[in-house]
Structures are given as C-alpha cells and as structure tokens.
C-alpha cells in the first residue's frame, strides 16, 4: 500500500512539473515530460484516448471500453490531476515572478532546458551523423525565428480564436522543444488565456479545452507514429527544437524580444542559470532513485 501511494504521489509531482512548465513562456511541457521519464506513456495514452474517442463517435462502444481499459490510468490519471494543478496554481504563482523577475526567471528555465539537452542527446546515441548533425541544425534554425516572432497586435482575446490557439498550443505541449505558452503569446492569447485560468472563466476554457482536444486527435497519432517509426530522426529534430528554443529564454531582451549582450554586473544572473541547470540534474537523479525503490517493488 505505501508503495502503490508513493507511485501516485510521484506521478503527480511529474504532471505537477509539466503543468507549471507550460505557463511559462519558452519552456515545454514536452521537454519536462522527457525528464521525468512519462513522455512516451503519456503520448501512447493520448493517442489512445483519442482512438477511442473515434470508436466511441462510430458507435463502436465496446472496442472503446476495451481500449481504455487497458490504458495505464494508474500513470496518467495522477500526472493529468498534477498537470491541472500546476498550471492552475503557476497561473496565480508564476505571473507575478515572471513580472517580478523577469531576467533571473528566464535565466533559470534556459539553464534548464540548456541541461535537458543531454536527454535526447544520449537517447539518440551512437547513431549521430553529419546528417542528422544537419537536421539538428536546421530544427534549431527553425525554433529560432519561430521564437523570435513579434505577438499580434490588436487581439484582445477573441473567443473565435480560442479554440484554434489552443489546438496549435496542445501540439506544442506534446513536442519537446516547442512551447505551447510562447505560441500563445505570437498568438497574442497568453494574457486573456492566464486571466481565464485565474477568474475560472469556465466559458472560456470550455472553448480552449475543445480546441486542445481536435488538436490533440490530429497530431499526437502523427507523432507516435514518428516515435514509433523513425525514433532517431524524431528525437535529433526534438534536440535541435529544444536548442533554438533558448532564444526565447535568452535572460537579457526588450519587451519585444530583442536580444541585448551581456552586462558586466551578471553574476547573480549566471548563478540562477546554474540552478536550473542543477535542477534538472536532481530530477534526473530523484527519478533514477525512484524507480529503483518504487517501480521495482512489487505491490
């Protein structure tokens, strides 16, 4: 029994982390659900989920419920209820830091996307060439002007573009690399989305919800596919994604995102890039050391 706790209460700090990790702008969900080692099962899970869901919508109950049933809930369930609650809990925390402290803040979160980069890294292994080396570097590229695009100006959050932001941003979520909360902030939906979140707004979400769903039904299947079939290419682009996406983490730019040099007095700044890198490191380690006294127990 103290074990089986253990497994949910885990479970739900990884979903806890991934949740917070998606309100912060330039950081993915994607990329703290490889860290703590539920990537792959929460991919699996949604695009089983989403399967179902198409049984279920051609009148094939049965095979729905048969599916589901041998999904791992005892996994997901607890890292969805961790997820809604860090991002409900960072929407009314991190706001006010990442206003607060805006340099130090984006420092930590590129020391800690700059020490994920060994993940994927070790995952692909031996097999790196020179043209892999290349698709690395042209995903890097491409994560690099995406997150220097300017927000669109003049939209207030227009509920006819809830839905469609949020189906590119559940896409985002799912992709290491590729932040779902940035995509929103280019979509100029990020403040209305945060506000929503903390005035449970409920009409709102409802709206941003369904359209995370479609989109999850059209890519998270086109993904696990990518995983399943061609794992090597999938994990180099996902480094070079991961990569690029430290322009958008870069401590020092303008509200526009202009990137500024380094200033002399930036110590502190180097210290608090340290700490994020530090962090990953112990999640690596809690998450090693956990496995071996919990997930190799037996019930």
Wanted: glycine share 12%; charged share 10%.
């Amino acid at each position: 029994m103290r074990i089986k706790v253990l497994r949910l209460l885990l479970d739900a700090i990884r979903g806890l982390l991934i949740g917070l990790a998606e309100i912060v702008p330039g950081v993915s969900g994607g990329t703290i659900a490889l860290i703590t080692g539920v990537y792959t099962t929460m991919i699996d899970a949604a695009s089983h989920l989403v399967q179902g869901l198409l049984q279920g919508v051609r009148g094939q109950g049965l095979a729905m419920m048969s599916l589901w049933r041998r999904q791992p809930w005892h996994i997901v369930l607890p890292v969805l209820i961790g997820m809604a609650i860090g991002i409900v809990a960072g929407a009314a925390l991190l706001e006010p830091v990442l206003e607060g402290y805006p340099v130090h803040t984006r420092a930590v979160f590129a020391g800690l996307i700059l020490a994920s980069l060994w993940i994927p890294l070790s995952l692909v292994g031996t097999a790196w060439s020179a043209r892999l080396v290349l698709v690395a570097l042209v995903a890097a590229a491409g994560s690099f002007v995406f997150t220097g695009l300017p927000a669109l100006a003049g939209n207030s959050g227009s509920w006819w573009l809830v839905a469609p932001a949020a189906a590119l941003a559940v896409c985002a979520l799912v992709l290491p690399g590729v932040s779902g909360s940035f995509l929103l902030v280019i979509l100029g939906m990020y403040e209305p989305t945060l506000a929503a979140v903390n005035s449970r707004d409920f009409g709102y979400l409802g709206l941003f919800v369904l359209g995370a769903i479609v989109g999850l039904g059209l890519f998270v299947r086109l993904l696990q596919y990518a995983l399943t079939h061609h794992r090597v290419v999938t994990l180099v682009v996902m480094t070079g994604l991961m990569a690029g996406s430290l322009r958008a983490l870069w401590p020092w730019q303008g509200s526009a995102g202009q990137l500024w040099p380094v200033p002399a007095d930036s110590a502190s700044v180097w210290w608090a890039m340290a700490g994020g890198a530090a962090l990953v490191f112990s999640l690596v380690v809690a998450e090693k050391f956990w496995q071996r006294r919990v997930y190799s127990q037996a019930l």
